[in-house]
């Protein structure tokens, strides 16, 4: 997983019908070389902006829905402590 | 998801049989250290050029088609709204 | 896989419940040009702060785990002996 | 997808069984900031030195091939029409 | 696939059930970008230190053994030829 911090909503009207009612947030990656990075992370548990999240990546983003077949490869899986100091 | 822009199509009339009748598109990387990476994805939704897309990459973007057969790795599933200010 | 260095936990206390009970850690690429990379894997093996492991990345994460239900997109699959000199 | 083109032959006499049989192109990528990335793709469809290819990469490689056990992670799936000006 | 050459052995006597037995090489990426970048691949054909490889890497990786239950993400899948000038 990647630690990341919310800073975005991301709105796409015209999208994939299988992802109508799902939230997407623009997340940037925190720490290490891959600082910076900004990724587009499915939210089914309620970040907020500024929170630092957990995003799990690849197809493995797929098993926090409860279908199978949506076309989504990042999805936010946990959001860290305020008081992890990493 | 990365978000990108839609820059031009593609072509390529000698390609795998499961491919004939999908569109691609070369889109680059919006934002963050990966800012100019240059992708192909498959478009089902029908972007127009300069428009920003979701594209999901990896085995999920087999998700947005109708068979799980077909070797595209990178495909269209949303179109930012255009007063979606990130 | 990846050689990594343990270097902290993460604490989630919100997240998906089928990552409840699993340990994570955060691990930095060792050596070579993506050295500094940081991943937060998952741990059941029970590495220590400074060991170095060995990290095991996308659905093959999943494989280290009874079920395939979870996600995850990295987790610690073994330990480097202490004099492995590398 | 990505766009690369083909540079040279790599021959591998020894190697895993399910991959006799197939030919690998060296393949360079082009443009964007991943320009001058290496890649050895598996290529069942003809592309000549010097041709611009479509290469799919990751699981969905394998859906070029007839079975689903080969490991191979990139494979040419097209041939860029010359006079596509990209 | 990438061209990598083999540098060492890792050694990681506390591993995941599923791994023991497997050989596990220290390989290095050839050419290109990513040259230098440093990939841990289990090894079942034998190469020797010094010799180029072909490390096909993700979920593909585990089509070289014959369980797909065994979390391994990268795999040397051919030894290239001396004589191949590339």
Do not use: Q, Y
């Amino acid at each position: 997983m990647i630690a990341a911090k919310v800073i975005d909503n991301i709105w796409a009207t015209r999208k994939a019908d299988s992802l109508r009612g799902l939230k997407f947030m623009l997340v940037e990656v925190l720490g290490g070389i891959d600082a910076g990075r900004l990724l587009i992370a499915a939210d089914t548990i309620g970040a907020g902006f500024g929170e630092r999240v957990l995003v799990c990546t690849g197809s493995s983003a797929r098993k926090m829905l409860d279908r199978d077949d949506v076309p989504i490869d990042a999805v936010i899986v946990g959001i860290i402590d305020e008081d992890c100091a990493f």
